[in-house]
């Protein structure tokens, strides 16, 4: 009895991502499409060009800080940790709890 609800319901699931997936593209496009005719390209180049490497050094220094606050799960969502990348762990070094 239950196998003939779970079509239905995979079904609804399957259309509402599938609406999500494109109103998430038109978003995107739509938010490019007016950054890229409200700013002058030419301009900001020239003004990140001008920039002295302290002022590049902190530019760099925010935008990492922003990527990594996004890869980390909000405080109140359910999902997990980013697992550690094994390939940056050196094996032969003593972890700090072992020193």
Avoid: C, H
Wanted: charged letters at 20%; zero cysteines; hydrophobic letters at 45%.
């Amino acid at each position: 009895m239950g196998g003939q609800e779970a079509p239905a319901a995979s079904g609804r699931s399957r259309t509402r991502l599938v609406i999500q997936g494109v109103l998430s593209l038109v978003l995107v496009v739509a938010i490019f499409y007016y950054l890229f005719t409200k700013i002058d390209l030419a301009q900001t180049w020239a003004a990140i060009a001008a920039m002295t490497w302290q002022e590049l050094a902190i530019l760099g220094l925010l935008l990492s800080g922003r990527r990594r606050l996004a890869s980390r799960p909000s405080p109140g969502s359910s999902a997990p940790a980013m697992a550690p990348d094994k390939r940056a762990r050196n094996d032969s070094a003593p972890s700090p709890t072992e020193r």
